[in-house]
């Protein structure tokens, strides 16, 4: 009986997001250069890479040099052991219960805040045998998500002295406003820490990893960089604007000069020529003005292009912007090329990138959907695939 070999069909579809590890490498050189050897890069990866892409992300930066990776959760962690990578990885936002034993088995290093994880861990490295298991301890200095109260550090401390199997080998915490250049948070947070830090030493702890700064911290406070940081946005070419008195504020002492990683791209799928005056798409929230002519995408919000850019934001299409009209849909969106020439039917889009000195960026994006940066890139959903150069 004859067998029908069934071949791995590949996306087809003309909407991906290209993703460029050299820049990516580029970044992570200049981040490293900017805080001098001596102070350790813990490169972030979480949320899929901002949505480049965790595993291929992640190879390249340990292959660039990263002594430590950032993820969020253990779900996070997994895919990168299965891949290969070795480095460090950091579980950021701690660790739920049951999940103890795998992270001693898979080496990856625990956030601890509660007596109870220290408890948990202790078990789990003693009935494993691991003789002294790294974690590190986070406090909430003003933030007010995760971490231990300054208050309340005695009890933790407890935890881990009665922990013989686990080291407290790092200290941290989160800025809520480095990017607001005088917010005085800021400077209470980091006296909070180092009153941290000094009652932790008369507890008879000294971890050698002390931990602040983001992406924006890394830019604007040199006294929070400490012995490593934690860049996430930065490594894919992006930071938040910077502030001072509610108002923006810019300047060569407040950026780095990193590169975006990711571009993202489509082709059009359709042209149609319609009638002034002609309503298009859901709602007819847009009539044409005169005869024009429409490009219709294959792309929407369902592969993360916000509906907020609805009839505010633009492409590039053959070197030249085009607006795009009307309301995204879950899979179309449609683009005004009336002025362009010689457009075709497969021609390029570009929906962030940049062109022959053209550029729409994700902050471009971010702005007029009154969002950030992260939020733009890791909406890109697991419809767009990512291809890698």
């Given at each position: 009986m004859a067998t029908v070999?069934?071949?791995?069909?590949?996306?087809?579809?003309?909407?991906?997001a290209q993703v460029s590890l050299e820049n990516l490498r580029?970044?992570?050189?200049?981040?490293?250069?900017?805080?001098?050897a001596g102070v350790t890069v813990c490169a972030v990866v979480k949320a899929d890479a901002y949505g480049h892409g965790a595993a291929e992300c992640a190879r390249a930066l340990e292959e660039e040099g990263a002594r430590w990776l950032g993820v969020t959760s253990l779900d996070e962690a997994i895919p990168l052991r299965d891949s290969g990578i070795r480095t460090r990885i950091l579980l950021m936002t701690g660790f739920w219960r049951g999940e103890e034993e795998e992270i001693i088995r898979l080496q990856l290093t625990p956030t601890v805040w509660e007596p109870g994880q220290v408890e948990l861990l202790e078990r789990a490295a003693a009935s494993l045998g691991s003789p002294t298991h790294p974690v590190h301890l986070k406090v909430d200095t003003g933030m007010g998500r995760l971490g231990i109260a300054p208050e309340d550090l005695h009890r933790v401390c407890a935890a881990l002295k009665s922990s013989p199997h686990l080291v407290l080998e790092g200290l941290?915490?989160?800025?809520?406003?480095?990017?607001?250049l005088d917010a005085p948070l800021v400077d209470d947070q980091l006296r909070s820490f180092d009153q941290v830090r000094l009652r932790l030493r008369n507890e008879g702890f000294d971890p050698p990893i002390i931990h602040v700064a983001n992406t924006g911290a890394i830019i604007s406070r040199r006294e929070s960089w400490n012995t490593m940081v934690r860049p996430g946005i930065a490594l894919y070419g992006y930071h938040l604007p910077f502030e001072r008195a509610g108002r923006e504020v810019s300047g060569s002492k407040l950026r780095l000069s990193v590169k975006p990683v990711l571009t993202w791209q489509t082709r059009i799928l359709s042209l149609r020529n319609v009638r002034a005056n002609q309503a298009l798409g859901y709602g007819g929230t847009?009539?044409?003005?005169?005869?024009?002519?429409?490009?219709?995408?294959p792309v929407g919000y369902a592969d993360g292009l916000t509906r907020a850019l609805s009839s505010r934001g633009r492409v590039i299409v053959r070197e030249h912007y085009a607006p795009i009209v009307g309301r995204i849909s879950m899979d179309l969106t449609l683009a005004d090329v009336t002025d362009l020439h010689g457009v075709s039917v497969g021609d390029e889009v570009i929906l962030?990138?940049?062109?022959?000195?053209?550029s729409v960026d994700a902050r471009e994006h971010a702005t007029l959907a009154n969002t950030n940066v992260y939020e733009i890139l890791c909406a890109i959903s697991k419809r767009v695939p990512r291809k890698y150069s």
């Amino acid at each position: 009986m004859a067998t029908v070999e069934i071949l791995k069909r590949t996306a087809t579809r003309p909407t991906w997001a290209q993703v460029s590890l050299e820049n990516l490498r580029y970044n992570f050189g200049i981040v490293q250069r900017h805080i001098g050897a001596g102070v350790t890069v813990c490169a972030v990866v979480k949320a899929d890479a901002y949505g480049h892409g965790a595993a291929e992300c992640a190879r390249a930066l340990e292959e660039e040099g990263a002594r430590w990776l950032g993820v969020t959760s253990l779900d996070e962690a997994i895919p990168l052991r299965d891949s290969g990578i070795r480095t460090r990885i950091l579980l950021m936002t701690g660790f739920w219960r049951g999940e103890e034993e795998e992270i001693i088995r898979l080496q990856l290093t625990p956030t601890v805040w509660e007596p109870g994880q220290v408890e948990l861990l202790e078990r789990a490295a003693a009935s494993l045998g691991s003789p002294t298991h790294p974690v590190h301890l986070k406090v909430d200095t003003g933030m007010g998500r995760l971490g231990i109260a300054p208050e309340d550090l005695h009890r933790v401390c407890a935890a881990l002295k009665s922990s013989p199997h686990l080291v407290l080998e790092g200290l941290s915490t989160h800025l809520a406003s480095s990017e607001v250049l005088d917010a005085p948070l800021v400077d209470d947070q980091l006296r909070s820490f180092d009153q941290v830090r000094l009652r932790l030493r008369n507890e008879g702890f000294d971890p050698p990893i002390i931990h602040v700064a983001n992406t924006g911290a890394i830019i604007s406070r040199r006294e929070s960089w400490n012995t490593m940081v934690r860049p996430g946005i930065a490594l894919y070419g992006y930071h938040l604007p910077f502030e001072r008195a509610g108002r923006e504020v810019s300047g060569s002492k407040l950026r780095l000069s990193v590169k975006p990683v990711l571009t993202w791209q489509t082709r059009i799928l359709s042209l149609r020529n319609v009638r002034a005056n002609q309503a298009l798409g859901y709602g007819g929230t847009y009539v044409t003005k005169g005869p024009a002519r429409i490009a219709v995408l294959p792309v929407g919000y369902a592969d993360g292009l916000t509906r907020a850019l609805s009839s505010r934001g633009r492409v590039i299409v053959r070197e030249h912007y085009a607006p795009i009209v009307g309301r995204i849909s879950m899979d179309l969106t449609l683009a005004d090329v009336t002025d362009l020439h010689g457009v075709s039917v497969g021609d390029e889009v570009i929906l962030l990138g940049s062109q022959d000195g053209l550029s729409v960026d994700a902050r471009e994006h971010a702005t007029l959907a009154n969002t950030n940066v992260y939020e733009i890139l890791c909406a890109i959903s697991k419809r767009v695939p990512r291809k890698y150069s």
